[in-house]
RNA sequence: GUGGCUGUAGCUCAAUGGUAGAGCACUGGACUGUGACUCCAGGUGUUGCCGGUUCGAGUCCGGUCAGCCACCCCA
């Protein structure tokens, strides 16, 4: 045998099989995707959004504009290469793209409000831990062009919503990040003020208090805690307007009976975002990655990236982080055949095919088995695949054009006519 | 990028420096006409990879790769 080839570092196999193993944890498989995935399918249209898809690939200048200079992603994490004197980038979150493609088909020519939601793979080179890959999946909503505070508090609902449909244990956290007018003097309160307490401060904060103090915040260091407590808060520096925006989304959260709490140290990591921030951080079930979704308003974003003057709010979450709660669980969505039909014989297995076909084209999952074998390792095949039904097929039934349907739940057998084969079960499969 | 722990069969794990094992799973048979129970048989493998010490390395040492966890950052 030659060599192996390996996946790439910090990438997974997602598999209608057992894969990965984490200790205690049960593994991950396709189906406890397939589930958030197939719930926020049918639940984010329900409030607007509409699925939108763009290329993984895109110029790098997109996120360096879109995401910050400073930031970790652009700086250390984005999969970029030169692409023919080009330089290209893998997107490592999907927002900037989705304000790209806004700005360049003109939407708001034709519907400056508009609602999308989009689900895809994003890369950061990243060390992986315990919900964090290199290769990740996304699910996310955008709604462009309208200022809040109504529809901010409508997205968290939905959030809320799609999250507790799923059974995940989190809360939601809120806070204000403050705009382009009050922004600025709160850093530099909070600047002057941790310039003060430099001493205290861990190396890596000395280092944010002059790039990006705000990050100051949440980090996770006990004795740059202690200086945070005494720091300056956002809420003291918010202009009338924001203070106001912010009440808002409150109140309108209490009148849609969403639960959150305030947290003054909630800060988002990328550049773009104003005013309303929010995360849905799990209680339990994961390690240190526990923020399973983060969403915010971006009301600069648009212009920024050369588009018209248009706010917009969403969120992303974590798929991989949920699949992981979700498998603790043991919810999966799984597919197993309702019909498996084994045929003894040559002149049977011609017949079988087809009766799998009409089965198929009647909307009845179905399974034929390919192999020789006597009846009973064919009932073993079909209780393998956790087959509802099974259909031995031989001489005497393909004389009488009638079998034996076995309930393999129970063992019963409705005697049943092939010609009619789809019919039957269907009746069969109301039943019981 | 930094640190800690771990690498033996598809999976869970054993083996004092001295000949690679068990359970589960898988395939076939007992059983050309009915599965789950039972019995029998059978692959289960370059002990992650490379090097070193040794008469001899799954075991000790070094390196490397990978996984896990944490920091960082974030979803």
């Known amino acids: 045998m030659s060599q192996k080839i390996r996946g790439v570092k910090g990438t997974r196999d997602v598999l209608p099989i057992d894969t990965y193993v984490k200790d205690e944890d049960p593994w991950v498989r396709v189906g406890h995707y397939q589930l958030i995935e197939q719930t926020a399918r049918e639940l984010f249209p329900l409030y607007g959004y509409r699925e939108a898809r763009t290329p993984i690939l895109e110029r790098t200048e997109l996120f360096v504009r879109g995401i910050g200079e400073v930031t970790d992603i652009v700086g250390k994490e984005m999969y970029t290469f030169d692409d023919r004197g080009e330089s290209v980038t893998m997107r490592p979150e999907n927002t900037a793209s989705l304000v790209r493609a806004y700005i360049e088909h003109n939407v708001n020519?034709?519907?400056?409000?508009?609602?999308?939601?989009?689900?895809?793979?994003?890369?950061?080179?990243?060390?992986q831990q315990r919900g964090r890959y290199r290769q990740f999946t996304q699910i996310g909503v955008e709604a462009f062009g309208n200022p809040g505070p109504r529809i901010d508090a409508e997205q968290i609902e939905m959030l809320e919503r799609w999250l507790r449909m799923l059974g995940m244990p989190f809360s939601m956290h809120l806070n204000?990040?403050?705009?382009?007018?009050?922004?600025?003097?709160?850093?530099?309160?909070?600047?002057?003020?941790?310039?003060?307490?430099?001493?205290?401060?861990?190396?890596?904060?000395?280092?944010?208090?002059e790039t990006n103090p705000i990050r100051v915040l949440d980090c996770k260091n006990p004795k740059c805690q202690e200086v945070v407590?005494?720091?300056?808060?956002?809420?003291e520096f918010l202009c009338d307007a924001c203070k106001a925006h912010f009440a808002a989304v409150q109140e309108a959260l209490q009148r849609l009976g969403v639960a959150f709490v305030i947290d003054p140290k909630l800060v988002r990591g990328l550049d773009y975002y104003t005013r309303t921030a929010y995360e849905a951080i799990a209680t339990s079930g994961l390690g240190a990655q526990s923020t399973l979704a983060g969403g915010g308003r971006y009301d600069g974003l648009v212009k920024e990236l050369g588009g018209p003057d248009i706010p917009g709010i969403g969120f992303a979450a974590g798929v991989e982080r949920m699949a992981l709660l979700i498998a603790q669980q043991g919810r999966e969505r799984v597919t197993r055949p309702v019909v498996f039909?084994?045929?003894?014989?040559?002149?049977?297995?011609?017949?079988?095919?087809?009766?799998?076909?009409?089965?198929?084209?009647?909307?009845?999952?179905?399974?034929?088995?390919f192999r020789k074998a006597n009846p009973a390792n064919q009932l073993k095949r079909a209780d393998a695949l956790g087959a509802r039904f099974a259909l031995v097929l031989g001489d005497a039934e393909m004389k009488a054009d009638r079998g034996k349907l076995k309930e393999m739940k129970t063992g019963a057998q409705h005697e049943v006519s092939l010609s009619a084969l789809a019919g039957e079960v269907k009746k069969l499969e109301g039943s019981g």
């Open 176 to 209: 204000t990040l403050g705009d382009a007018n009050c922004r600025p003097r709160y850093r530099e309160a909070l600047q002057e003020y941790l310039r003060a307490h430099a001493d205290d401060l861990c190396e890596e904060c000395r280092k944010r208090t």
């Open 229 to 235: 407590a005494g720091a300056p808060r956002m809420q």
């Open 341 to 369: 039909i084994a045929p003894l014989g040559e002149a049977e297995a011609a017949r079988a095919d087809q009766l799998a076909q009409q089965l198929r084209a009647a909307g009845i999952a179905a399974e034929v088995s």
């Open 109 to 127: 020519q034709q519907e400056p409000e508009t609602k999308w939601w989009y689900l895809g793979p994003m890369f950061r080179r990243e060390r």
